[in-house]
Every structure is written in C-alpha cells, then in structure tokens.
C-alpha cells in the first residue's frame, strides 16, 4: 500500500510537469538570444546522476535490477552566472552586465535495467533562461525565454565491479545529446548535439558511507569556438567554446538507515582550450539531503554555490552559478515476486510456487530415488520415495539442503519453509551439547546496501523466532543479518545470485567451549557488521 500511495503521488508530480512544459515550451515571440544565431552553448553545470543510484551529480556503479525502472524530477534554480569572460576587466562593464539572472530547469528521468549490469535511460529537461545584456552607453537589456526544451539525453551505464564486493567500484557512462534544445539561449548544445562520457570509481569502506569519483569529457559537435553578443553594434566576443573536461566527488552519510543520508559534493567543468584561464573553470560545491520513502525511492533537497577561483571580476567560472536550490524525487517500484524466490514474476513461469532459476523459477521436477528415471513417468503409478533429512549437523555448522524462503519483501517465514526449519529444530534438541548457534542471514549485491542488510537482520531474527517457538532455549541461539557483504560466489549472475541469497547456521559454542567457526566475513567487519565475540 505504501509503494501504490509513493507510485500516486509521483504519477501526479510527473503529469503536472508534463502539462508545465508542454505549455511552457510552446513557441514564443518574446524569445530574446543572449548570442548571435548558429552560436552558443548548453551551460548546465548542475548535472544530475544519469539514474538513482548516484549522489546529486555523481554517478555510482550499482544499477537498476534487470528488467526494474525509475522514474525521476529534479526541480534546479540557478541564480547569478556570468558568461562574458572575454571582456572581464574592459572598462564598459559588459562582463558585469551580461548576466544569467536565473536558470531554471526541470528534469525528467527514466531509466530500465538490464542483466543486473547496465542501465539504459532519457533525461528530458525544460529550461527557462533570464538575464541582461549589454548595450551601449553602459544600458543594458534583458535576454529570455518563457520556457524551451533542452537537449534530450540517452544514455547508458555498466558497472565493471561493485564496491560493495571489490574494493573499488567501476563502472562507465556513455550519453548522446540530441539538439533539441536552444544554445541562443544556452539551452542546448550547437550543431549536432553532443558525446560525454565519464569512468566512475567509488568506494564503500563502510556502511554509513560511500564516496565516488568522476571523470569524463564531453565533446560538442558544430561548435563555435567564439561566440558574440546577440545586438546591432559591433561583434563583441563573449565566450569561447568546446570540448570540456568533467569532474565530481561526491560523498553520502547515512544519518537514520533507511530514512536520511547526508550528501555533499563538488563537481565541475574545465574548457580544454581554456586551461590556464580561471574563468573557463567551473566548480560548484553542493550539500542537501536524501529522505528515503520507500525501499528505494526518494525525495532529495539541497543548495549549491559557485566555489570562485579568482581570475574574473565575479570570481566565478562561466558556467558556475552563483547560488542554486534543488529539490527532486525519484521512485524505483520494487519487481513483484509473490513467491518469495528471487526471480520477479514477470520473469517466473510458477510465479506462485518458490523455484530455481534453472527452471525459470519452477520448482525442480521430482526423481524417485532407487528407481530408473524413465520408469517415472509412467503415470497412474505411485512412486515411493525414501524419507531423508534435509538438514544435517557437519564441521561445526548445520547444512540445509533446502533453501528457506520468505515472503516478498518480508521477514516472514513461507509455509513450504517450515519442514526444513523443523528438521534444524531436531538437530538442535538432539544435540544438548551446542550451546550458541548463530543465524546469518545473507542477500545478493542487488538492492541499496542498507536495505539488505536490514532485511537480513529481520530474517535472521524471524528464523531465531520460529526456532523459540519449537522448544528451543533462545539463549542458545543468536541471529545476525550480513546484507550482501558476504557472497559465497563473486559474479554477478542470475545463479551467483541464488547461491548468495540464503541463511546459514553457525555452531559457536559446543560442550562448554568456543568452536572457533568464523562468523560473517571480513567485508562485513570492515562494514562494522560483526558477531559479538563468545565466551
């Protein structure tokens, strides 16, 4: 009910933008060019995350699951950009009277995963420009546009490694800007759009906070290296123009799990051809915060400032804004999987009945033991199946044969579960001597950090509960959630997947002394997710 009341809401966001700009952008005679026709540039250096999973402007490496999407709006008001850096320090005042007064965007974002590995997406902007310009006998006029598409952005992101299995995530992005905007009003990018591309790198040292790099470069086509002020007078040269160099840092701090990060970060842009000149370097630093609704969706707040580098009477670079406010939502609705087994129904062909991928999420077909294979088919007959346990006490842990399922999205234990949770509960009474037995609960590297590991520390405890129910001393047994730090298999396939997805139990104490078996993994001790030492 939660995520139909989240999914509501962004549906009512998402039409009232579309119904904004399509009145917004529709063409208008009070259009007024900062610079002269078949000029121009895109000057957005407040760039969100090409997906959700980013920072603000910085991109991560985790992505969407496969065949899940996102939808996403990021309101961004810019105020005080200075862009005539050619005639910072003449004595007629055009670099302090050609202004961007505000720059006002909003964004649309879509994105579909895919093979758990990549993400494909658009992000479609509307722009409403407003600022001064120049004029003779130090008058000035305005420049602005009632509202005008940006460039459409298609793109695409994969992630080589994970930080939360690797030391270091990697991952690409690759984006085509499509000239559908305006760059007379600095909408859009010249000519025939754009290329950008970017590695990214990040970290995640610890489970309250992850950190990413990236860089890139962006490469616009039919360009004007010069570009001059939109007025009857002689040319004046305002800006230069082209390749760019891109750059980010961006850092998150889990203040309240599952409810509130922190995020700050400084991002910006250096014209190749510009190096050595400060006002062609742009650098913004950005603070705000991440309020998270449900599972992976989200509304995010924030305020940026231009970070001035000296250089130009401002300060600032050409492309940096002075001040800028921004808030946006983004919604991921969760894959629907109704029996609890790791593939989404819309890929399951017994979406009711838990399953192995091997099977397309069916159930394995039942082989009579002692009887030649083929002599099972033979219908009418009934088949006589020798009783074993799937549950049996080896090397200091109890190993289950059968998976323990749960309801989706849940702690709670699936009734097909509780026949081998039972057999667990015999071993443990019939065996008096184990005096502490851990239960780890283990997810695969889907999914944020944080929202497995809570979901595996509710598992965890709910198999700890079932096992008090059936006769067992709770102080014998201790329960613990890993998240996704601790896989048994390190690739990031559908059956890595199912391997790592699981619950395991752990002898720690047997006949009055330590077993010495290893709890969790030393990823997750560094994550500070540890068992308390036994005595």
């Given at each position: 009910?939660?995520?139909?009341?989240?999914?509501?809401t962004?549906?009512?966001?998402?039409?009232?933008?579309?119904?904004?700009?399509?009145?917004?952008?529709?063409?208008?005679?009070?259009?007024?060019?900062?610079?002269?026709?078949?000029?121009?540039?895109?000057?957005?250096?407040?760039?969100?995350?090409?997906?959700?999973?980013?920072?603000?402007?910085?991109?991560?490496?985790?992505?969407?699951?496969?065949?899940?999407?996102?939808?996403?709006?990021?309101?961004?008001?810019?105020?005080?950009?200075?862009?005539?850096?050619?005639?910072?320090?003449?004595?007629?005042?055009?670099?302090s009277?050609?202004?961007?007064?505000?720059?006002?965007?909003?964004?649309?974002?879509?994105?579909?995963?895919?093979?758990?590995?990549?993400?494909?997406?658009?992000?479609?902007?509307?722009?409403?420009?407003?600022?001064?310009?120049?004029?003779?006998?130090?008058?000035?006029?305005?420049?602005?546009?009632?509202?005008?598409?940006?460039?459409?952005?298609?793109?695409?992101?994969?992630?080589?490694?994970?930080?939360?299995?690797?030391?270091?995530?990697?991952?690409?992005?690759?984006?085509?800007?499509?000239?559908?905007?305006?760059p007379?009003?600095?909408?859009?990018?010249?000519?025939?759009?754009?290329?950008?591309?970017?590695?990214?790198?990040?970290?995640?040292?610890?489970?309250?906070?992850?950190?990413?790099?990236?860089?890139?470069?962006?490469?616009?086509?039919?360009?004007?290296?010069?570009?001059?002020?939109?007025?009857?007078?002689?040319?004046?040269?305002?800006?230069?123009?082209?390749?760019?160099?891109?750059?980010?840092?961006?850092?998150?701090?889990?203040?309240?799990?599952?409810?509130?990060?922190?995020?700050?970060?400084?991002?910006?842009?250096?014209?190749?051809?510009?190096?050595?000149?400060?006002?062609?370097?742009s650098?913004?630093?950005?603070?705000?915060?991440?309020?998270?609704?449900?599972?992976?969706?989200?509304l995010?707040?924030?305020?940026?400032?231009?970070?001035?580098?000296?250089?130009?009477?401002?300060?600032?670079?050409?492309?940096?804004?002075?001040?800028?406010?921004?808030?946006?939502?983004?919604?991921?609705?969760?894959?629907?999987?109704?029996?609890?087994?790791?593939i989404?129904?819309?890929?399951?062909?017994?979406?009711?009945?838990?399953?192995?991928?091997?099977?397309?999420?069916?159930?394995p077909?039942p082989?009579?033991?002692?009887?030649?294979?083929?002599?099972?088919?033979?219908?009418g007959?009934?088949?006589?199946?020798?009783?074993?346990?799937?549950?049996?006490?080896?090397?200091?842990?109890?190993?289950?044969?059968?998976?323990?399922?749960?309801?989706?999205?849940?702690?709670?234990?699936?009734?097909?579960?509780?026949?081998?949770?039972?057999?667990?509960?015999?071993?443990?009474?019939?065996?008096?001597?184990?005096?502490?037995?851990?239960?780890?609960?283990?997810?695969?590297e889907?999914?944020?950090?944080?929202?497995?590991?809570?979901?595996?520390?509710?598992?965890?405890?709910?198999?700890?509960?079932?096992l008090?129910?059936?006769?067992?001393?709770?102080?014998?047994?201790?329960?613990?959630?890993?998240?996704?730090?601790?896989?048994?298999?390190l690739?990031?396939?559908?059956?890595?997947?199912?391997?790592?997805?699981?619950?395991?139990?752990?002898?720690?104490?047997?006949?009055?002394?330590?077993?010495?078996?290893?709890?969790?993994?030393?990823?997750?001790?560094?994550?500070?997710?540890?068992?308390?030492?036994?005595?």
């Open positions: 009910m939660k995520e139909t009341a989240v999914a509501s962004a549906a009512r966001i998402v039409t009232l933008s579309v119904l904004i700009i399509a009145a917004w952008s529709s063409p208008s005679a009070a259009d007024t060019n900062l610079v002269r026709d078949g000029e121009g540039m895109e000057s957005r250096l407040f760039r969100p995350a090409v997906d959700t999973k980013g920072h603000f402007t910085v991109d991560s490496t985790p992505v969407l699951p496969h065949m899940a999407v996102s939808l996403g709006m990021v309101l961004d008001f810019g105020f005080n950009q200075w862009v005539a850096v050619e005639q910072d320090g003449a004595d007629h005042g055009a670099y009277d050609t202004v961007v007064k505000r720059y006002i965007t909003t964004l649309l974002m879509f994105n579909f995963g895919l093979f758990d590995r990549a993400v494909v997406g658009l992000q479609l902007p509307l722009i409403i420009p407003a600022g001064t310009m120049f004029q003779e006998e130090g008058d000035r006029r305005g420049w602005s546009s009632r509202g005008t598409f940006g460039d459409l952005v298609i793109h695409g992101k994969v992630h080589v490694t994970r930080a939360t299995v690797h030391p270091v995530g990697l991952g690409l992005v690759l984006q085509y800007q499509a000239p559908t905007g305006k007379e009003l600095l909408t859009g990018e010249p000519g025939a759009g754009a290329l950008a591309g970017k590695v990214v790198a990040d970290v995640e040292p610890v489970r309250w906070y992850r950190a990413a790099l990236n860089a890139g470069v962006r490469y616009p086509f039919g360009f004007e290296t010069e570009n001059h002020l939109n007025w009857e007078g002689p040319p004046m040269r305002l800006f230069d123009y082209g390749p760019m160099l891109t750059f980010g840092l961006g850092q998150s701090f889990t203040l309240w799990p599952g409810v509130m990060d922190f995020v700050v970060e400084v991002y910006g842009n250096q014209l190749i051809s510009g190096f050595g000149d400060r006002g062609y370097t650098l913004e630093a950005a603070g705000g915060f991440k309020f998270y609704l449900q599972g992976n969706s989200y995010m707040a924030g305020y940026a400032h231009g970070i001035p580098l000296g250089g130009t009477d401002s300060g600032y670079g050409y492309q940096a804004m002075e001040h800028r406010m921004f808030l946006g939502f983004a919604f991921e609705p969760s894959l629907l999987d109704t029996d609890g087994d790791g989404p129904d819309i890929r399951d062909e017994c979406p009711l009945v838990p399953g192995t991928r091997a099977y397309k999420g069916c159930p077909p082989v009579p033991i002692g009887e030649p294979e083929e002599e099972a088919e033979d219908e007959r009934v088949d006589i199946v020798e009783e074993k346990s799937d549950a049996e006490l080896v090397d200091g842990a109890i190993r289950t044969l059968k998976k323990i399922y749960f309801e989706y999205n849940s702690d709670e234990i699936k009734e097909e579960s509780f026949p081998i949770l039972d057999q667990v509960a015999k071993i443990i009474l019939d065996n008096p001597k184990i005096e502490l037995l851990e239960i780890e609960g283990h997810a695969d889907r999914g944020p950090e944080r929202y497995n590991l809570n979901l595996t520390t509710k598992r965890a405890a709910s198999v700890k509960r079932y008090v129910k059936k006769g067992i001393d709770g102080k014998r047994l201790r329960s613990m959630g890993y998240g996704e730090y601790c896989p048994v298999r690739g990031s396939t559908e059956a890595d997947y199912e391997e790592n997805r699981r619950v395991d139990f752990k002898v720690l104490k047997f006949d009055g002394e330590p077993t010495g078996v290893e709890t969790g993994c030393p990823r997750a001790r560094r994550k500070g997710v540890f068992s308390p030492r036994v005595r």
